[in-house]
């Protein structure tokens, strides 16, 4: 597993299918800095995650493959130590049992689609420093 | 007689029974008083007498004249035992009895002797004998043309009138007594009438004057007429049903009779299934739809006695209302493992006027929402569904356009892109909320046709340039056969292009990558086959049915990972329908489906 150099940017995973919509996120996120990888389902963000060493990764809830909570659930139980922060993603409302979400998979933001690029890109930044933080 | 008589009511009965009798005696008693007056008055005894001896004599001539006297003295005997005749005799001319009505005087000589012509008719004479005693005498000359026989004397009684009153008084007794025997006779024809009812009269006075409404005693009669036997019959019945003993009870229960008929009839008619059951859960009245509902057949004889638990399968859940009786409780069993195996609700309800008894009858209603649920889910499937396919075009939207609004993109090829984007996206929400219209249209029935002429090669053309883009994204060998000469029909072009457009997005959709989609036409005399194939993952064969139903989708999860209101096909499927053509589904789970519009051509 390769890990990013510690003065290079933030390595950021953007899984997510829909190709309009990781576009735009993976402008954005560069637009502020950070080194986007995108995986186009959850299978591939999965892989991604085996070989490469992230430091968040943003993840769509429904994907073809395994869904985004499949792969943090995969994360979780394959990697404990690895304290990757999640951000996820949902064009689903209430159905989703954020608490549970939260405490099991150990997320830390939930976007509701639509969600503001900015706010994004706030996430992200402010899990860097939660993460930074803990180092 | 009795059988016109017993139409009659009683009161005009023995109103003309009383009459007639009453009519009857008056008359037969007038005609005897009547009678008696007109002998008494209009009575002349002596040339009564008189036209009777004139009679006989003519008897006595004929008889000495012909037969030399043979018969004479029989003849003088009938005259003789006459009640106002002493004695009669005839006398020959020698004055010697040839026959008298006291037989020892003849052959005698007469001591009185009258010499009669024969120009003598009757000569009446006093007798007076040697004893002082006098009789009245007639003399009558027998003579038969020329010849003299001699002559007939005959003795009379001394009191002729008396003897004609003593011969009345012989009948006076009877004229006095046919009335009184009419009357009589009446009198009883009357009393047996009425004798039924005077024997119902006493029995119903009985009870009303008995202490106790329910306590009494009623008997059978013995008479043969039609009001007593319609009395036993009431009797009987009454008595028959002495364990309900209030009147109400025996009126309900015999209303009950004739109404359990029509209540079976509608009972049996209901889509429902509907039993009854017994304090013990068993079935004592099942109707022919819950013997259907539960697959077996609408004659639910066999159910009877059979506790209620056993008709449903194991598992349901019959004592949830245990300790609950009183309560009326609603639950679902589920037939099979899956929806589409059917739901039955089953309600329970306590049967009322019972709620005094500790063990309850209930009544059970079984309505079958296999539909209702199948609707309820493919509802709450479509709420997902649509809300997936608002948000993501959205959530583009207004991702792109914050992006262009934030950020100072000096790109101008870049800005572009961005703004086609957003352009692609409300495209396609435009799309989706054009479909939830047309289905809104569909739900109301309202949806319909504008029909232009339009060149269908023209068309057709076009449809396969609009999703050329989607096959050649995945890959997909797409080809389009075209007869070489296609006509211009009247269609609604929109709707058309639309449906078309939405059996070729889904071969796209549900075909992997390097598939095969197939768009076929053909044209026969007046009808135009329209065919979508594709190699795509298929449907399964029991889902092919309820393809076209509103925001059905298969529960596939190679279809349930794709977006999809579950609208396209029936809207399909309806334009099909609206333009007098027909859509068919011909799919192998795996392999690939065909679907195909044939629609008339005008």
């Known amino acids: 597993m390769s890990t990013p150099s510690t003065t290079s940017a933030p390595s950021i995973l953007v899984a997510e299918d829909n190709r309009v919509m990781s576009d735009v996120m993976r402008f954005n996120l560069q637009n502020a800095g950070y080194q986007v990888t995108v995986a186009r389902n959850g299978t591939e963000a999965w892989e991604l995650l085996q070989s490469t060493k992230f430091d968040v990764l943003v993840t769509d809830y429904q994907m073809p493959g395994l869904t985004g909570e499949e792969v943090c659930t995969a994360l979780r139980i394959h990697y404990p130590d690895w304290h990757l922060p999640v951000i996820f993603l949902s064009a689903r409302g209430l159905e989703l049992n954020v608490d549970r979400m939260k405490s099991e998979l150990g997320i830390e933001t939930l976007l509701h689609k639509p969600f503001s690029p900015r706010e994004l890109v706030e996430a992200v930044a402010k899990c860097l420093e939660k993460s930074a933080q803990l180092v | ?602």
């Open chain 2, 1 to 602: 007689m009795q059988l016109r008589s017993s139409h009659q009511p009683l009161s005009r009965r023995l109103l003309s029974h009383y009459l007639m009798f009453g009519l009857v005696s008056i008359i037969t008693l007038s005609l005897a008083w009547f009678w008696l007056g007109h002998s008494v008055l209009g009575g002349h005894p002596e040339r009564a007498l008189i036209h009777r001896i004139h009679e006989v004599r003519s008897l006595i001539v004929a008889d000495l004249a012909d037969n030399r006297g043979v018969g004479t003295q029989a003849l003088v005997g009938l005259l003789g035992s006459e009640v106002w005749v002493a004695y009669a005799g005839v006398i020959d001319t020698d004055g010697t009895y040839v026959a008298h009505s006291k037989p020892t005087r003849v052959g005698k000589i007469s001591e009185t002797r009258f010499d009669l012509d024969a120009q003598h008719t009757v000569i009446e004479r006093h007798v007076v004998w040697q004893d002082g005693s006098s009789r009245r005498e007639y003399w009558v000359p027998l003579v038969s043309g020329t010849t003299a026989h001699g002559c007939l004397q005959v003795g009379v009684v001394d009191d002729l009138h008396a003897t004609h009153w003593h011969r009345m008084a012989d009948w006076l007794p009877y004229a006095i007594l046919a009335p009184i025997l009419t009357l009589g006779i009446g009198g009883l024809v009357l009393q047996s009438t009425a004798r039924t009812n005077a024997a119902i009269e006493g029995q119903l006075c009985a009870v009303s004057a008995g202490d106790s409404p329910n306590d009494f005693q009623l008997q059978p009669l013995t008479e043969p007429s039609p009001a007593a036997q319609g009395w036993n019959r009431l009797v009987e019945r009454a008595l028959g049903q002495k364990s309900t003993s209030t009147l109400d009870a025996k009126l309900s229960q015999s209303l009950g009779s004739l109404l359990d008929k029509r209540f079976e009839r509608i009972l049996s008619s209901l889509p429902d299934g509907v039993a009854m059951t017994d304090k013990e859960g068993h079935i004592t009245y099942a109707n022919r739809a819950l013997g259907v509902l539960l697959q077996q057949s609408p004659d639910t004889s066999h159910l009877r006695g059979r506790p209620i638990q056993e008709l449903f399968s194991p598992g349901a859940d019959l004592h949830r209302g245990a300790g609950q009786e009183t309560r009326p409780i609603v639950f679902e069993v589920p037939l099979g493992a899956t929806l589409a195996d059917g739901v039955l609700r089953v309600s329970r309800s306590p049967v009322m006027g019972d709620e005094h008894s500790s063990a309850m009858q209930h009544v059970w209603t079984v309505r079958d929402i296999t539909q209702q649920k199948l609707a309820d889910e493919m509802r709450t499937q479509f709420v997902y569904s649509a809300t997936h396919e608002l948000r993501t075009p959205l959530a583009n939207i207004k991702a792109y356009a914050e992006t262009l609004a934030v950020n100072e993109l000096t790109d101008p090829e870049q800005q572009k892109s961005f703004l086609n984007t957003i352009y692609a996206e409300a495209t396609r929400l435009a799309r989706f909320v054009e479909e939830l219209l047309n289905v809104s249209q569909m739900e109301a029935g309202s949806l319909s046709l504008h029909r232009t002429e339009v060149d269908l090669e023209r068309l057709l053309t076009e449809i396969g340039d609009k999703v050329r883009p989607q096959m050649v994204q995945k890959q997909i060998t797409f080809d389009v056969l075209l007869p070489p000469k296609l006509p211009k029909i009247q269609v609604d072009k929109d709707k058309f292009v639309a449906a078309l457009v939405n059996l070729l997005g889904n071969a796209a959709k549900y075909t992997p990558d390097n598939g095969c989609v197939t768009f076929k036409v053909t044209l026969a005399a007046k009808e135009l086959q329209i065919s979508v194939e594709d190699t795509g993952i298929g449907i399964s064969s029991d889902e092919v049915p309820k393809l076209c139903t509103k925001f059905f989708r298969s529960a596939d999860d190679r279809v349930r990972d794709l977006p999809g209101s579950g609208l396209g096909l029936a809207f399909t499927q309806e334009v099909a329908r609206l333009h007098g053509g027909k859509l068919a589904v011909h799919s192998e789970l795996n392999k690939g489906s065909q679907f195909t519009i044939t629609m008339p051509i005008a």
